[in-house]
Nanobody, 129 residues
Framework: QVQLVESGGGSVQSGGCLRL?????????????WAWFRQVPGKEREGVAQ???????NIADSVKGRFTISQDNVNNTLYLQMNSLKPEDTAMYYC???????????????????????WGQGAQVTVSS
């Protein structure tokens, strides 16, 4: 199974930046779909960014141009670089991994929280105005 450990959360002022890290063990990046989700109390967990098995990315409109997802294949670490943070970005952020079945595509078949098998423990991001 896959173990995901997150780090890098914290509190920043509007316009600031943070980088979240998600260290993965027990898997090979190329065999999984990877994503970042976020959740505010009382709201549904929403997808923020995805990266597929060949390194292509898919970014939610709400954070496009500000957030970047990337992976370090040497250190088996997933990242979410968050720039120009806004108060509405305040949430608990979760990294997630889904075991990709043959012929399935990450952006087509692995979209929702229910499609992901493994989750990080969550990292709180708080953006003050």
């Amino acid at each position: 199974q896959v173990q995901l450990v997150e780090s890098g959360g914290g509190s920043v002022q509007s316009g600031g930046c943070l980088r979240l890290s998600c260290a993965a063990s027990g898997s090979t990046f190329s065999n999984y779909c990877w994503a970042w989700f976020r959740q505010v109390p009382g709201k549904e967990r929403e997808g923020v960014a995805q990266i597929n098995n060949i390194g292509s990315t898919n970014i939610a409109d709400s954070v496009k141009g500000r957030f970047t997802i990337s992976q370090d294949n040497v250190n088996n670490t997933l990242y979410l670089q968050m720039n120009s943070l806004k108060p509405e970005d305040t949430a608990m952020y979760y990294c997630a991994a889904a075991a990709r079945r043959p012929l399935r595509q990450c952006f087509i078949h692995y979209k929702t929280v229910y499609d992901y098998n493994y989750w990080g423990q969550g990292a709180q991001v708080t953006v003050s105005s």
